[in-house]
């Protein structure tokens, strides 16, 4: 179940208690625009919840649309450096920065669901990677659930299908993938994606279902190649940070307050969130009648065999890094083994 839905307002978003005047306003800000899944039944209702549990003491303004300047790569630095209080970003927006927590990122790593993912990407980060997020308070750490490829007028079935086609990534591990079977990549923020495809900078895109209507992929595409099977092409890691110095300098009940709303169970919840999301993106899909391909058996093993060398190269460079490239391939797997039973 969603936290909650509420009604896209002028920006900024204010939800706080009237039942106590706010001690403390936090800035909460985001790259999806307000009438976006994540706005309605994420983001407003989690503040309304925040205000609501610190009896008024809490004021929360959620600024969708990078409205408070600066582009998406740039959103977990305003977090870092005090320039807003709280972010949503993509952990690939800066490649090379989280290296560890990228091997979700890797081509059929992460599992069949947001919620699969998102629970072995927490117990993950909390055994390998809570030196990467040392700069900011870790809200949440989660997955989206599978990726699916969407074109203009061109099925792809097979890695061959893609070669030569300009495609819109999100990360630096499906950049490679997608790079290595012949494609030509393009690393767009999600909010440059309409535009991209309305003027032929690229002709297609790597995305969830989740992401449809937000950015009119099923007006945008006419085709969505969908992978089988238990684990996905990719995944995105995001990252829902905090400001350090500001939840520091909050008393010990408020601290509670946003501890209460955060960490490895709230990561689980955002990954079914996501899940919850595929349905609606799939139900516009369905809904603008765009054919969809299913890749499975012999398809399926060819784009695992395809994409392997960037699986080995990324195991080479942490092991080269002064890590144990391969047991953090296995936690990875491991755990998303788990979880997918």
Sequence with gaps: MLLGAGAALAAPHVVT????????????HHFLPAASNAQRDWFLPWAEKVGKESAGRIKVEVYPSMQLGGRPPQLFDQAKDGVVDIVWTLAGNTPG?????????????????GEISSRAVWDYYEANSKDELKDIKPLAVFCHGKGNIYTKDKVIKTPDDLKNVKIRVPSRPINDSLQLIGASPQGIPAPG????????????????????????LD????????????????????????NKPKYDSLPADLKKVIDDNSGGDFSRQLGR????????????????????????????????????????AWVETRTKAGDNGADLLAQAQKLIAKYSA
Excluded: C
């Design 193 to 216: 994606v309409p535009e991209a495809l309305a003027k032929g900078v690229v002709d297609g895109v790597v995305m969830p279902y989740e992401i449809v209507p937000a950015l009119k």
């Design 273 to 312: 969130y996501f899940d919850e999301w595929d349905k609606i993106g799939k139900a516009a899909v369905e809904k603008a009648k765009m054919p969809e391909h299913h890749i499975s058996g012999a398809e399926l093993d060819a784009w695992k065999k395809a994409t392997d060398p960037v699986v080995k």
């Design 97 to 113: 920065r989280f290296p560890r927590l990228e091997v979700f990122e890797l081509p059929f790593v992460s599992g069949a669901t």
């Design 17 to 28: 208690s009237a039942r106590a005047q706010a001690q403390v306003t936090l800035k909460l």
């Design 219 to 242: 007006e945008l595409t006419n085709r969505v190649s969908i992978f089988d099977g238990d684990r996905s092409l990719y995944t995105i890691v995001f990252l829902f940070a905090m």
